[in-house]
């Protein structure tokens, strides 16, 4: 397994599909994405992708970046939502098994852009295990505390705003698609909504005067 894929997960826990309900448009001028109140800048995209592809020695591009950043800030959500909380000796416990590499972890760690990122991929495994009951990535069964604590993000997340700058793509069954327009012009399903709904109240009967 490269050094890139084992970055984005300990197993499953982190680069999983998770089925949330967003949307692809309406996040602010200069933000990448939203996440419940979480929001994510285009610089924060561009300079992780940077930290990371040279920490790995490899591509980590903006797509990929921005991904694994909304997968860490989702988690978060659920986590803050379920009173979860992992400790900054767990996250670097968990950091060390996520890159599982003694160099490609010392430029993580001389990069404090690169450093926080993993130290958010690592709070997200831990944060996943324990939210299907496991105690952390030492725990005997690693991989069905995983297994629950996804399904517990999946069914918690369908009730976290996800929204994606279109110049990425559109935020589809936990992942961005950069095939599929985001285009603002598109109509969301709660524009669609109101409009029906006041194109029906334009067509009730009016009381006559």
Same mark, same amino acid.
């Given at each position: 397994?490269?050094?890139?894929?084992?970055?984005?997960?300990?197993?499953?826990?982190?680069?999983?599909?998770?089925?949330?309900?967003?949307?692809?448009?309406?996040?602010?001028?200069?933000?990448?994405?939203?996440?419940?109140?979480?929001?994510?800048?285009?610089?924060?995209?561009?300079?992780?992708?940077?930290?990371?592809?040279?920490?790995?020695?490899?591509?980590?591009?903006?797509?990929?970046?921005?991904?694994?950043?909304?997968?860490?800030?989702?988690?978060?959500?659920?986590?803050?939502?379920?009173?979860?909380?992992?400790?900054?000796?767990? =996250?670097?416990? +968990?950091?060390?098994?996520? !890159?599982? &590499?003694?160099?490609?972890?010392? %430029?993580? $760690?001389?990069? #404090?852009?690169?450093?926080?990122?993993?130290?958010?991929?690592?709070?997200?495994?831990?944060?996943?295990?324990?939210?299907?009951?496991?105690?952390?990535?030492?725990?005997?069964?690693?991989?069905? =505390?995983?297994? +629950?604590?996804?399904?517990? !993000?999946? &069914?918690?997340?369908?009730?976290? %705003?996800? $929204?994606?700058? #279109?110049?990425?793509?559109?935020?589809?069954?936990?992942?961005?698609?950069?095939?599929?327009?985001?285009?603002?012009?598109?109509?969301?399903?709660?524009?669609?909504?109101?409009?029906?709904?006041?194109?029906?109240? +334009?067509?009730?009967?009016?009381?006559?005067?």
């Amino acid at each position: 397994m490269s050094r890139g894929r084992r970055l984005r997960a300990i197993g499953a826990a982190v680069a999983s599909v998770l089925l949330v309900g967003g949307c692809a448009a309406g996040t602010h001028p200069g933000a990448a994405a939203v996440v419940g109140t979480s929001e994510i800048s285009v610089g924060d995209v561009d300079t992780t992708s940077r930290a990371v592809s040279t920490a790995l020695g490899q591509d980590f591009n903006n797509t990929v970046a921005l991904g694994e950043l909304v997968n860490n800030a989702l988690v978060a959500e659920v986590s803050k939502q379920r009173s979860i909380t992992v400790s900054d000796a767990e =996250a670097a416990e +968990a950091a060390k098994l996520v !890159v599982n &590499d003694p160099t490609a972890f010392a %430029k993580f $760690e001389s990069d #404090p852009v690169a450093r926080d990122f993993l130290r958010q991929v690592a709070q997200a495994a831990v944060a996943t295990i324990k939210l299907g009951g496991g105690t952390g990535v030492k725990d005997p069964k690693v991989q069905t =505390a995983q297994q +629950a604590g996804l399904q517990a !993000v999946r &069914d918690a997340s369908k009730d976290v %705003k996800v $929204e994606i700058s #279109p110049r990425f793509g559109q935020w589809t069954d936990g992942r961005i698609d950069s095939k599929i327009s985001g285009s603002l012009s598109e109509e969301s399903a709660q524009a669609k909504a109101k409009r029906e709904a006041a194109e029906q109240a +334009a067509q009730q009967p009016q009381p006559q005067g």
